[in-house]
């Protein structure tokens, strides 16, 4: 069965640092990868998703996340944290014609 | 215009009790989807509805039942509400079925049973 990690449980940055958080997918097809941000007491929302094309990919408030197929990764970036950006972030991997699986979640703490 | 949206957001009820969540849509999406997230933040499906149909139902005991009058509605309702229950309940919805579709969640219902 198809399965989502995400290797960080806590990251914590400083504002201004760069981010990285990690996400892996075992699957043998590519499938469709999101990224979604939950902040505290809220829903998800929707950072960016992947289906073709440019592996490369730009969403909301700054973030990108590049797919790597030969590491069945599509890991999320952002240059520059700003406070703002402290929440449970989710890699989400979706098949045509199956559910989602969502990762367990990275939480992201930003130090003034 | 909320695009999904849930009613209540916060719930604290008596273990025993019986206990609905109704959930809107106004993205004229076809499925609809409720999804339990428990303290370790960790999101699992529990069913999927389809145009009024059910399509995914995970492992949940049948306390809980869904029900979907049109499909811009799918409700949730929780018979003998158990301390287990404890969680935050999401419900979402895309065109068509997931997977090559994004997702759009609600808020959220903040269940406590004591």
């Known amino acids: 069965a198809q399965s989502v990690t995400q290797p960080d449980i806590h990251i914590t940055v400083s504002e201004g640092a760069s981010l990285e958080l990690r996400c892996n997918y075992s699957y043998g097809a590519t499938p469709y990868l999101f990224w979604y941000v939950q902040s505290p007491g809220q829903g998800l929302q929707l950072l960016l998703k992947?289906?073709?094309?440019?592996?490369l990919v730009q969403g909301i408030k700054g973030f990108e996340a590049e797919f790597k197929r030969s590491q069945s990764s599509f890991n999320l970036r952002k240059p520059s944290v700003h406070w703002s950006d402290a929440a449970e972030y989710f890699c989400?991997?979706?098949?045509?014609?199956?559910?989602?699986?969502f990762g367990p979640g990275t939480r992201l703490s930003v130090l003034p | 215009d909320t695009a999904v949206s849930q009613t209540p957001k916060y719930l604290v009820t008596q273990m025993g009790n019986d206990k609905s969540i109704k959930c809107e849509q106004n993205l004229g999406h076809d499925t609809m989807y409720w999804y339990k997230q428990d303290s370790k933040k960790f999101l699992k499906i529990m069913f999927s509805y389809n145009n009024k149909e059910l399509i995914i139902n995970e492992t949940v005991p049948n306390r809980f039942s869904p029900k979907s009058p049109d499909k811009a509605h799918l409700n949730l309702h929780i018979n003998s509400l158990e301390l287990g229950d404890s969680a935050v309940y999401f419900c979402?919805?895309?065109?068509?079925?997931?997977?090559?579709?994004?997702?759009?969640f609600g808020e959220g219902s903040w269940l406590t049973v004591v």
């Open positions: 979402a919805s895309s065109q068509e079925g997931a997977g090559g579709n994004t997702i759009y």
């Open positions: 989400a991997v979706g098949f045509y014609g199956q559910n989602f699986v």
């Open positions: 992947y289906f073709s094309g440019d592996t």
